[in-house]
């Protein structure tokens, strides 16, 4: 009697995302397929960063989003490409701005799929990133293929993105710089950097700048 070949062991997903309904909701959907199964669930970047460090998250793909209280979701990714990169990340998130996307793929996620894509998707897109696929969601690829100029944005760095984003949500630069674990003076710094590439010599413009493109906070 022939043995037969032994099922590949299932594909292990960690979930991040600060609303524990949307959590659920994730969680259902791929428990439902055979090959995909659940081994974490987090509400910030800190406690993913926490878990990774004292080596209990035992995943193949982590679905993040980007817009978490705490730790910046960016400077996650970055510091998983650093120390972690066999964990693969795929972006889940309601931001589909060209600028978002492009510094989250710079950061090291592999995958960017938004949450008004249909749930097949999602499903879709964690078995290819598991397989190290890139992969991106049809209405983020649709951007992407669209011809342009190069637009000041774009040509930020991933802190000077961090803190763009910070002032757009209105925070102080202390907020900033509490949030990214830097300094005060660097925030500072990195204002002033990004305020010439785009342009813009106030908060009023840069808002305007920011509507005009699109960018979200």
Same mark, same amino acid.
């Given at each position: ?10 594909? $292990? ?13 994730? $969680? ?42 705490? $730790? ?58 598991? $397989? ?86």
């Amino acid at each position: 009697m022939l043995d037969l070949p032994a099922a590949p062991p299932p594909i $292990r997903v960690a979930l991040a995302d600060d609303h524990a309904v949307v959590r659920e909701g994730y $969680r259902r959907l791929l428990m439902l397929e055979p090959d995909l199964t659940i081994c974490g669930e987090f509400a910030d970047a800190d406690a993913v960063f926490a878990a990774l460090q004292r080596g209990t998250l035992l995943a193949d793909v982590l679905v993040l989003d980007l817009s978490m209280p705490g $730790r910046s979701a960016l400077d996650l990714l970055r510091r998983i490409q650093a120390h972690w990169p066999e964990l693969r990340v795929l972006v889940f998130s309601m931001h589909e701005d060209p600028a978002r996307v492009q510094q989250a793929l710079r950061a090291g996620a592999l995958g960017y799929i938004t949450k008004s894509s249909p749930p097949e998707d999602l499903v879709a897109a964690v078995r290819h990133v598991a $397989r190290g696929q890139a992969v991106l969601s049809a209405d983020i690829a649709s951007h992407a293929q669209t011809p342009s100029l190069p637009l000041p944005h774009l040509s930020l760095t991933a802190r000077e993105f961090e803190v763009l984003r910070g002032l757009l949500q209105g925070q102080s630069l202390e907020q900033i710089a509490e949030q990214l674990h830097i300094s005060s003076k660097t925030v500072s710094n990195l204002q002033t950097q990004l305020r010439q590439k785009l342009g813009v010599g106030n908060a009023v413009e840069l808002l305007r700048y920011a509507q005009q493109h699109g960018i979200s906070p």
